[in-house]
């Protein structure tokens, strides 16, 4: 309990860690007898999170509210990657602790399809009075679980990556995906093949193992990264 609160103090402006403060102090009521106290347990565990994107603790209130009562919602949504903002209408069906970053899945009526949105992206925020029917649990499920990351799609494409023999040994003791499949190489290297919808997370994951990793299929992948390598050669290229 301790460590969940520490864990989401930060990501919704506080109010989780808040709620949880009453519960935390009957626990430690209980477990006076065993000589267990909160300020020992605070010096004993901690969690920390770096490069996340926190919400706001209104825009956090109210988005699990419509998520519990079947609400729509509405909202101004600014994407980083065109840099626009765009009004949005949508279904919440899921609310995901992800990087330490509150996303909520949610099926876009203006879009007619599913989306991922970031909390700390909403702006101007509103729920609407009436009730919406949610759909199957079938049918958003597996775009939480079917690919690598946060990124989904109708399809999926099996990544292979190779692992040099000394950056295998920590390769062995991760869990990447909950469908990945390791494949021992002679030498100590290592293969890792999991599902990827799109490539851009998957293509961050792989540049920060540099020469220590190398994308074996697909093609179109190892093409985005030797793009992607020609130019950072580019930058730190000497005068």
Not at 41 to 53: K, L, M
Request: aromatic share 12%; charged share 25%; net charge neutral.
């Amino acid at each position: 309990m301790l460590a969940a609160g520490r864990l989401l103090a930060h990501a919704a402006g506080g109010y989780i860690s808040r709620e949880l403060e009453h519960l935390r102090e009957k626990i430690f009521a209980a477990a006076g007898p065993l000589g267990i106290s909160c300020e020992c347990a605070e010096q004993a565990f901690s969690a920390v999170w770096s490069g996340y994107s926190p919400a706001q603790e209104e825009t956090f209130r109210r988005a699990a509210w419509a998520l519990l009562r079947r609400r729509p919602m509405r909202f101004d949504y600014h994407t980083p990657q065109t840099d626009t903002t765009t009004h949005r209408e949508v279904e919440p069906h899921h609310l995901r602790h992800y990087n330490a970053s509150w996303v909520l899945l949610a099926w876009c009526r203006h879009r007619q399809g599913w989306r991922n949105f970031y909390l700390a992206r909403m702006h101007s925020v509103t729920t609407l009075d009436e009730p919406f029917d949610p759909k199957p649990e079938s049918a958003w499920r597996p775009l939480l679980q079917n690919a690598f990351g946060l990124f989904h799609g109708d399809e999926t494409t099996p990544v292979t990556l190779r692992f040099t023999p000394f950056r295998a040994r920590w390769i062995r003791e991760q869990q990447w995906h909950p469908f990945q499949a390791f494949r021992e190489l002679p030498g100590g290297a290592l293969e890792l093949t999991l599902p990827a919808a799109d490539f851009r997370e998957i293509k961050m994951r792989i540049l920060q193992f540099g020469a220590d990793c190398e994308v074996v299929t697909p093609e179109a992948l190892r093409d985005e990264l030797r793009a992607e390598i020609a130019g950072m050669a580019a930058i730190y290229k000497g005068t």
